[in-house]
């Protein structure tokens, strides 16, 4: 089986979401409600994250220090494990997250993970505020879509895909994969929309997971 294991970076590699920490402490309580237009449809993901990382004049340096001194953010258990697990059943492992790229690369480089493949946000430093953009596959600048743009290629591509998610956005690439891993949001999610899933708490029970899909 051809298999691609598209995986959700913040509160599902992560065990909270990362730019929040960021938002809380560069921006301050204003950001959440607009992060309240987002969750109810009204705005696109793209459209909120560069409203509100506008707003974050810190450079990169402050960010990560803020980021690798705070207890908020720790890395789920079994990371590293699932992806020496897809490696050896020779299963493309890649990030797509609606995240910034220059956290979950330094978060991925200080568990010793190098070469993974990770599709997020660009991000430019600004004094007058951080400028976030989301490239699809096609290169081209998108607000919406972006986690099943990547899905809808790697199905192109002729991969199955076996998805890994914790929030609201999860739920579109979830629709469009063969295997679903769910927590948190993601999880209601499913159930709501009667999608079959398979819950989990740290990573070792996706490679659990994975490994029942090889045997079945």
Known sequence: MKLAVQCDFDGTITEEDVSFLILDTFVGNIWREMLTEYLEGRIPVGAFNKKVFAMVKADKKTQLDVIFNSDRVKIR?????????CAQQDYRFIIVSNGLTFYIDALLESQGLKNVEVFAATNDFRPEGMIARYIGPDGREMDAGFKESYTKLLIKDGYEVAYVGNGVSDIYPSRLSVKVFATGDLLRKCEEEKLAY??????HDVVRGLESI???
């Open 77 to 85: 258990p079994g990371l590293k494990e699932l992806i020496e697990y």
């Open 198 to 203: 398979t819950p989990f708490v740290d990573l």
């Open 214 to 216: 090889k045997k079945s």
